[in-house]
């Protein structure tokens, strides 16, 4: 048979202060009474006395014994601010008296109900019920604004969503335990490899306001190609633009569910925000979350993974929306410096809309031997107009 001794006490015992070699130690079979009882029960325990003088005072767990002071209201408060639909005055008296009773213990309480009610019906009643007796006799309402039951009303949505998200998470398998650890772990790495990157951004940007004027000129002129009147006079950009729409609407919309853990809200979210764009960005995209090693699909899809996820795609979106803006600015202004350095010795067909209607001016006029160039020039030029 094992022994009952704690091998923490054989290895740390407790210190008692030592008595000094005058006083004399017994242990005496004494009685002792508890003031948290109310039928005055004698009983009878061991007592270390010391010098043959009792300890006194009350029962040492007696001031463990703590009850709750339950509101009490009259027949006319009840008429003037207790009244409910859904509930009788016999219930609610019923509710309070079994509150005193068992000490706000509701699971007990819903067990002793007489009516079939849920605990968080219980307590919905109670508070709103202490809440609406405290605002009534208060003298005014910040005279009470303080108190928990007012600052802090119950909420009983609130309260049956945490039970069911609770139970979620209670009724995970190991195998599912594992992968959210994984995941949770996955996530620190990412976070400190945004702090980390948060930091050295932050540290370019000082470097960068402390450079000269002419460097911030430089810096802060791409600004101008991702402008609004940019963007809607720009072809091959549209797609991404809605597209990034849709993803932000995705995620307001996510924002909007209850509580879940595994779903397909995200796959059909995703297809929504994709809707408006066509196979090769949706490829762009995915193969930029295989470039910062995101999976495609969140392990662990719970509201917050799926709402960053959403948010990704949409930053992901502005930037290649971004980048083609900057493409086509580009492609513009080498165009247009390419088109103006040519010289009017060869001249040829220019594309129409782009520079057809700028007449030619000869830097000078020959009569000699390019009269007939002269007339040519002149038959093209009329030909095109």
Known sequence: MPSSVDVNTLLHPKKRPQPTNNDKITWEWLSFTNSARKDNLELYHWVRVVNGTPPTGDYSFAKYNKSVDVIKYTDEEYEKHLTDSTWTK?????????CERFDLRFVVIADRFPTPRTVEELKNRYYS????????????????????????????SHEIDRKRALSLVLSQTKHQERKDAEVLSEAKKIMESRMAAKAAQDAELAATLNASPERMEKTSAPVDIASPSNMQGTSGVAPLTSMAENAAAAAASLRMLKVYLRTYALDQMVQAASSSAGLRTIK????????????????????????????????ILTLLNLQKLLQNKEEGSSYRESSYTETPDAPKLLQRGMDQDRTFVPDSVSYGGNYFLWISYIFFFWVLI
Do not use: M, W
């Open 284 to 315: 762009r995209v995915e193969q930029f979350l295989q470039e910062l090693k995101v999976n495609l699909k969140p392990k662990v899809p719970t509201k917050a993974v799926c709402a960053e996820h959403l948010e990704l795609r949409k930053e």
């Open 129 to 156: 019920v202490s809440r609406a007796i405290l605002i009534a006799r208060a003298p005014s309402p910040a005279d009470v604004s303080g108190h928990p039951l007012v600052k802090e009303p119950y909420n009983i």
């Open 90 to 98: 016999e219930e609610t008296d019923q509710l309070f008296d079994l």
